[in-house]
């Protein structure tokens, strides 16, 4: 199965996804911010980011542009963001993934955009600003 880590500031909301993952015979790793999703990511690169949107520290989005941009190598992964915010796949414009869904979310549809985004592999492109 595939390398996954889930970005996410709502300790039980990563806690559930982590499970649901796991269930399905994923690798798991799990960090609270943005900050910490970089290291995470630098010290093992993962097949796919579920990643939300808003987090203290450095964003979502913010996170990607670093996985992007400054962070080279890291660019080819796929992002899901994941968030409650309204306006999301405006986010998800920008960010450029095609892969993105609103919270609060069930547990079929989670599953199905992660399985779509490892087999699609489609990395992010982001939008001019």
Known sequence: MADLLIIDDDLDAAAILAEIMEMK???VRVGYDGQE???LVQARKPDLVLLDVEMPHLSGPGMAY???VHDMGLEDVPIVLLSGLVGLAGVAAQVGTPYF???PYRYEPVLA????ALAEHVSPHPSPA
Do not use: Q, Y
């Not at 955009?113 to 779509?116: G, K, P, T």
């Open 25 to 27: 015979g994923h690798t």
């Open 37 to 39: 999703g970089l290291e």
């Open 66 to 68: 670093r996985m992007m």
């Open 101 to 103: 869904l609103s919270k």
């Open 113 to 116: 955009i992660v399985d779509r």
